[in-house]
C-alpha cells in the first residue's frame, strides 16, 4: 500500500470500520492508524530498532501498546523473516502465521467467496502478436539539397523554364501574336507553378517532413481469445515519458503533402458522397480517448490514452488507432512501459496487463 496515496486512503477508511470490534469474547482488533513518537520508546529498544523502517516503526507500536496494557496477551503476527525474529528478540509473542499449527486459524474459507470474474480472455498487443516489441529513435535525414536532388531530380530542369503568367482574362488572339506567345507557354503558366514558388513549397515540405520524422507510430491490438463476445469495453492506459516526449493520436497528425509541380484546383465533394463518409463512422466500432498529459512529475510526465470498443466478437482481433510518440532531441530513456486497465460493463470484470516498448537509439 506504500505506492498510491489513493489506496491508503481507501485501506484507512475499511480498517476504521473494524475499529475496536469486538471478534469473540475478549479479543479486539485494535487499529492505530498514525504511529507513536519514537522519543516515547525504552531507551533498549531504539538501540535494535530503525525508526526509517516500516516494520521497526510497526513493532515499535506493539510495544508501547504492550505497556500501556500489561494485563492484555497481545501477539503479532507476521509472514515475513526480519520482523519475526526482531519482536520475538524484543520480547513480543509472535507468530509465523503461515506455520503448520496455525493453518487451521488462519486458512482462509473459499468456499462462499465470489471471484471477481476477469478479463482473461482480452489481450491487448503491439501489432507483432507481441506484448513486448522494439523501435528505433534514429532520424537519418539528408541535407536540404540532396533531398531536393533525390526526391524532385526534375527542379533543375524546371528552374530554367521560362513562365509566363495570365494577368488579363480577356486577353485576345490578336495580343497573344503582338506579344510573340504561344499556347503551350500560356497552357504552361496556367497550369504549373514557377520556380521560386515551388522551390519555396519543397523547402517547406522538407522542415515539416523533418519534423514529423520525430514522431514514431506505434500500433496495438486487442484479441479475444475467449468464446464468447464481450460488449461495451473500455481501455486506459498510462505511461510515464521522460520530459520532451511527446504523444499524439495518428489523426491529429497529418504527413506533410508532397508539392507537386502542377497548380491545384479545388473541386467541391458532392453531398452524396459526403452523407456517406459520416454514416461510416456512426457505425464504426471503436473510439479513441486522445492521448493527455495526466500528471507533470519531477523528471518525467504521465500521459494516459485509451479506447472504448462497443463489440468485440469471439477468436477475433481488432486493429486500434495507432499512437505517435515523439523523441526528443536528446532522451536518456531506454524503455517505454504501458499498463493497461481493462473495465468492462458487467460488474467486477476488470484486468491488468503491462507492455513494454523497447527503444534502440
Same mark, same amino acid.
Given at each position: 500500500m506504500?505506492?498510491?496515496?489513493?489506496?491508503?486512503?481507501?485501506?484507512?477508511?475499511? #480498517?476504521? $470500520?473494524? $475499529?475496536?470490534?469486538?471478534?469473540?469474547t475478549g479479543i479486539f482488533l485494535k487499529i492505530i492508524i498514525y504511529p507513536t513518537k519514537w522519543s516515547s520508546l525504552e531507551s533498549d529498544w531504539v538501540e535494535k530498532?530503525?525508526?526509517? =523502517? *516500516?516494520?521497526?516503526?510497526?513493532?515499535a507500536e506493539i510495544l508501547v501498546f504492550s505497556k500501556i496494557h500489561p494485563e492484555d496477551d497481545i501477539y503479532f503476527i507476521t509472514a515475513d523473516n526480519t520482523p519475526?525474529?526482531? *519482536?520475538?528478540?524484543?520480547? /513480543?509473542?509472535? !507468530?509465523?502465521?503461515?506455520?503448520?499449527?496455525?493453518?487451521?486459524?488462519?486458512e482462509r474459507d473459499e468456499s462462499n467467496i465470489k471471484k471477481p470474474k476477469i478479463l482473461t480472455d482480452l489481450i491487448i498487443h503491439f501489432e507483432n502478436g507481441e506484448k513486448e516489441t522494439s523501435i528505433t529513435s534514429k532520424i537519418d535525414f539528408p541535407?536540404?539539397?540532396? &533531398?531536393?536532388?533525390?526526391? &524532385?531530380?526534375?527542379?533543375?530542369? &524546371? $528552374?530554367?523554364?521560362?513562365?509566363? *503568367? #495570365?494577368?488579363?482574362e480577356d486577353l485576345t488572339l490578336n495580343q497573344i501574336e503582338k506579344e510573340g506567345l504561344e499556347i503551350t507557354n500560356i497552357l504552361n503558366s496556367f497550369f504549373f507553378k514557377d520556380y521560386e514558388q515551388f522551390r519555396t513549397e519543397v523547402e517547406n515540405y522538407y522542415n515539416d517532413l523533418k519534423e514529423y520524422k520525430k514522431y514514431k507510430e506505434? +500500433?496495438?491490438?486487442?484479441?479475444?481469445t475467449g468464446n464468447k463476445p464481450y460488449n461495451n469495453v473500455t481501455i486506459q492506459i498510462f505511461t510515464p515519458l521522460e520530459k520532451g516526449f511527446d504523444i499524439k493520436s495518428k489523426?491529429? /497528425?497529418? +504527413?506533410?503533402?508532397?508539392?507537386?509541380?502542377?497548380? %491545384?484546383?479545388?473541386?467541391?465533394? @458532392?453531398?452524396t458522397l459526403m @452523407? %456517406?463518409? !459520416?454514416?461510416?463512422?456512426?457505425?464504426?466500432? /471503436?473510439?479513441?480517448?486522445?492521448?493527455k498529459k495526466?500528471?507533470?512529475?519531477? %523528471?518525467? =510526465?504521465?500521459? =494516459?490514452?485509451?479506447?472504448?470498443? +462497443?463489440?468485440?466478437?469471439?477468436? /477475433?482481433t481488432l486493429n486500434l488507432y495507432s499512437i505517435m510518440i515523439k523523441f526528443p532531441d536528446d532522451f536518456k530513456t531506454k524503455k517505454i512501459y504501458f499498463s493497461c486497465g481493462f473495465v468492462h460493463d458487467e460488474e467486477g470484470k476488470t484486468k491488468n496487463q503491462k507492455l513494454k516498448l523497447n527503444i534502440e537509439i
Open positions: 506504500k505506492q498510491r496515496k489513493k489506496r491508503i486512503r481507501n485501506l484507512q477508511g475499511k #480498517l476504521k $470500520k473494524y $475499529k475496536d470490534k469486538e471478534f469473540s530498532l530503525d525508526k526509517n =523502517d *516500516a516494520d521497526c516503526r510497526i513493532i519475526y525474529f526482531l *519482536a520475538k528478540d524484543l520480547g /513480543i509473542n509472535t !507468530i509465523y502465521w503461515t506455520d503448520e499449527e496455525f493453518k487451521e486459524i488462519f541535407s536540404l539539397e540532396t &533531398f531536393m536532388d533525390q526526391e &524532385f531530380p526534375e527542379i533543375s530542369e &524546371f $528552374k530554367n523554364q521560362e513562365e509566363y *503568367a #495570365l494577368n488579363n506505434i +500500433k496495438f491490438c486487442l484479441s479475444n489523426n491529429e /497528425i497529418e +504527413k506533410p503533402e508532397r508539392p507537386k509541380f502542377e497548380r %491545384r484546383f479545388q473541386f467541391q465533394l @458532392s453531398p @452523407s %456517406r463518409s !459520416i454514416h461510416y463512422l456512426r457505425e464504426y466500432n /471503436i473510439k479513441y480517448i486522445v492521448p495526466s500528471e507533470e512529475r519531477e %523528471r518525467n =510526465d504521465l500521459w =494516459d490514452f485509451g479506447y472504448t470498443i +462497443k463489440k468485440i466478437q469471439h477468436n /477475433i
